[in-house]
């Protein structure tokens, strides 16, 4: 089943996804859309000597990204996009909602 999850402004996104994945039961999922915009917060990537490069951020992005929750961890791949400058992509590890996101999630089985 299809969930849909809003998170408001000044909200931690990655925070209220988990708290409202484990209010309506949502252990394992498909995170099939998320969209909205975030104005601070914490991106990584994995570098090619094996360790990961964190971005944190602190201005106006619009954001686009997928992902999962498997037995109640999120795990985010994110796209974000300003005005000036290049995108930022990455794992979203943290990001405050300004002004809305929504997060729409397929519940499904536990992963094996």
């Not at 498909?30 to 917060?41: P, Q, T």
């Amino acid at each position: 089943m299809m969930k849909v999850f809003t998170v408001h402004e000044g909200e931690e996104l990655i925070a209220s996804l988990r708290r409202q994945a484990a209010e309506h039961g949502v252990v394992n999922g498909a995170v099939v859309s998320l969209v909205g915009g975030v104005d601070e917060g914490d991106i990584s990537m994995p570098a090619k000597d094996g360790t990961d490069v964190k971005s944190e951020f602190s201005q106006q992005f619009e954001l686009t990204g997928t992902g999962e929750i498997v037995d109640g961890k999120i795990h985010v791949h994110a796209a974000l996009g300003r005005d000036e400058g290049g995108p930022l992509v990455g794992h979203l590890l943290r990001a405050r909602v300004n002004p809305v996101a929504r997060i729409y999630v397929l519940a499904v089985p536990p992963v094996e």
